[in-house]
């Protein structure tokens, strides 16, 4: 535009010019008269313009609309190869309820996946070592990172008097953005180092050993079950009902698991004495999900034993309390002794994520994400916020499991809806509806985490 107008004044300069020019000037000035082109009439003596004078003019018009023609096509140029969206063509940009349901979805997606991969990498590390499986462990490091920048960022749209609702569009949109990138650059890191993965853990070519290493798995986490179903039993006869809730139905869940283990091990072990390597290696990564998640239910009871024990010894040192000291935590959070009371609720919440991901939807998962971000601050006031957020997050997750009911109409013990509810399988099933059991989930982002299928399904 700048060029079309300066050629416009140039334009209108040359035309005004003859008539800038006095014929009746009395200046003394001395003319010097030179013949004329052959083609050009002479001025006559009543004013009337020579071709001379219009040709000037007509040049310079001639001159303006060519620049303004060239810029008009270098911003159309540059207007389709713009990457960045603009006020023009903001007809075409997707609108922000879209943005906000892709967003949600693949936040749900990435940190199932990174969930998932982080069960799986423990087998490849105890059966190749911490050394062979390091790699897989920095990458699967660098996808939490991109994970927790986009849960912070869920979770500033979500925050009451910081979210949306204070936002332009335009930032708002940004915001959303960034979101979608980052999942889509964790989901991409992740899906990159799948192949690598798979040919480090080699579960076609050396599925004896493999099966071997979750049968040892197995048969230990049998023996802890038992043990942790007495372990819970003293806890409810020293304590008060309020300090055993986080681990309720953890034993009852266990054995779930390692009822599907059990039928997932045989199959997987009939596969291999048959030959059909791929199929045992699909059961085998889900017995292997089974006995991870039996793990983390186990481990929840002995973990919580050993923290009621710490904070009744706590409770005592501290301020007098006059009370039962029946529930050792409610204890240290009337007295305003945060910490280990917010470390207590955030693994516990982490936990049922964990083992409930099938269900859990992206609200939950994004106060758990801004709980653990709180809770690497030493000052009581950061971990108060992250024991509130803890408990809000476990509130949303069991709604949401609540909600989901069982997808999956299979014979009662056969421990397939505790596999899908944990996210150990994959399915096609939606808001509770039945579908198409797919295969286990494995290391690597959506595009590769349901690779071990065999005919596309379970």
Known sequence: MAHAALGGLAAVGWLLLPSATDTTDTTDTTVVDRPAAPAVVAQTEDGESSATDLILPVAAAGAAAAVATYSLVRRRRRTALRTTPTATFEEHLAPLSDLHRRGQRLLVETDDSVRTSAEE??????????EAAKPYVEVLTEAQGELAIAFRLRQRLDEPGEGADTLSPDDERALLEEILARCTTAQ?????????????RALERETTPALECAEARFRELTGRTATAATTLAGLRERYAPTACLPVVGHVEQAKDRLVFATVELNRARQAADTGNRERAAMHLRAA?????????????VERLAVELARAAETAKRGAPFTG???DPLGVLRRQGRWPLPAHSAVTATADFVTTHRG?????????LAEAERHLVRAEDEGAQRSHTLAQEA???????VRAYGNPYGGPVGDGIAGALLGGILLSEAHGGERGDLKGPACYGGTAT???RAVGGQF
């Open 324 to 326: 039962p000291y029946d």
């Open 288 to 300: 292997e999900g089974a006995v991870d998640q039996a793990d983390v239910f186990v481990t929840g």
């Open 359 to 367: 269900a859990v939807g992206v609200r939950a998962r994004t106060r």
């Open 449 to 451: 985490r349901g690779r």
């Open 121 to 130: 990498l423990r087998f490849a590390a105890a059966r190749s070592g911490d």
């Open 394 to 400: 476990r509130h949303l997750a069991e709604q949401d």
């Open 188 to 200: 991409r890191r992740l899906d990159a180092a799948a192949p690598g993965f798979d040919q480090l």
